[in-house]
């Protein structure tokens, strides 16, 4: 845009002594002084009319010159012009163009913002919405765990299940305690079942198991010791009948949790909002592990005594 406007500015430079020139009259070259002899007077007035007439063609030619060097002045005045416009307009064009530039950076900036408002409030609902399902899933287990049907199994399973049959049950499952211990009724099972269903909704993440895991931790561990071999008896394939290779694994899946030293009962109680001090900590594990220790040797040794003889009536 500015090479057409230093162009015309070079050809008014150029033009400017042209017209200077044009405009100022060259005087006449000496005429030689007259001569007086017999044919001086034709012969000067020859001269003469022969100078006037070369002088009125020279001043045709320059009105000619001067016409045409005011058209191109004038032709270039009008491209100056011209140019100027251009030049505003491409000013006020760009002027422009920063202007919607900016309003596009603005309505981008804002857009963003509101897309980020809008993320982080449905975050933070999802958060809220997340921490109200696993309160209300933990207060379900809590209501089925100190239930008195679940208070009943607890009672029954540790109380007779565990001294009365089960040092009897070798090469069983818990799928067949229905035929070998009628008097069971299930109940057995039934307990496996809900730390089955526990250990899954941790699993998945529906409810956060350090939540649950303080009442329960150690019937949960004594329990698993306890059906071990029966769960993997099921789990073991059999032509004879269906097997299922993952048959009770949330109730493993918490077992394993809480055998990872950071998870262990003490530690866990520790945590859950001040139930346990710090000085307390050490000594309830030693007490826990000790206890532990004891359980499995009492189910040793229910496997090495001879098994009761039933009553025949």
Known sequence: MLKPLIG?????????PVLGAAQTPTP????????RSAGGYDALLATQQS???LLQRRNAELEADNRNVR???????????RLRQELTT????QSGERVWSRVRLWVVSLSAAVALAAAVAALLSFRHARRVAR?????????????DELSGLRGYFFNEFLPRHWPALEHCGVKDLAERVPEDGGRARRLC???DKVGWQAAMGLIRVEDVMPPMQQTMRRTWQVMQPLIEYDRAVNLGSMSDPVYLTGFEWLFDWSERPRNHHARILLSAHGLLRRRQVRALRQSL???NAAFLEYCAGLRQAPAPVRDAH
Request: no cysteine.
């Open 8 to 16: 015309a500015i070079a050809v008014a430079v150029l033009v400017g």
């Open 28 to 35: 006449p070259p000496p005429r030689p002084a007259p001569t």
């Open 51 to 53: 100078d006037i007439t």
């Open 71 to 81: 058209a191109t002045i004038d032709s270039l005045r009008g491209e100056v012009v």
């Open 90 to 93: 491409a000013v006020q064009a």
């Open 135 to 147: 309160r209300e899933a933990a207060e379900r287990v809590f209501r089925d765990w100190w239930s």
């Open 193 to 195: 079942f809900f730390f």
């Open 289 to 291: 592990d000790r206890q």
